[in-house]
């Protein structure tokens, strides 16, 4: 069984919205944090949010601030990624991830956390 399983991508117009979810099997009282990702075809992977799994609180790549919103429920061992106002470049595979390491508080949203587990990723189209 998969401990990270992602759901919710799906093919959209410009301007539509989308909510991602990824559950965690994991013990959670070790997650320090959970975040996402994205990887568009011939690029590289990059960061698009985290949050830390008992303080909540919120880290966003430039990109996708005031679009998007990370959120998690912590009965339901899962986190949420509410995407508004998609543009074609939002055009992804999206992956989720945990960390169950102590963050490095001296660095950027992007690699405040070192992600031990990875999900096998939503695909998100969005059409112009």
């Known amino acids: 069984q998969a401990r990270l399983v992602e759901s919710g991508g799906g093919l959209v117009e410009a301007g539509d919205s989308l909510r991602l979810s990824c559950a965690t099997s994991?013990?959670?009282?070790?997650?320090?944090?959970m975040g996402w990702f994205r990887q568009a075809p011939g690029q590289e992977r990059e960061f698009v949010s985290a949050i830390s799994w008992t303080e909540g609180d919120v880290y966003y790549a430039d990109f996708v601030k005031g679009r998007f919103t990370i959120s998690r429920d912590r009965a339901k061992n899962t986190i949420y990624l509410q995407m508004n106002s998609l543009k074609p470049e939002d055009t992804a595979l999206y992956y989720c991830a945990e960390s169950i390491l102590p963050p490095f508080r001296s660095q950027g949203p992007s690699t405040r956390y070192k992600y031990d587990y990875w999900g096998q990723g939503t695909q998100v189209t969005v059409s112009s």
């Open positions: 994991g013990r959670t009282f070790s997650t320090y944090a």
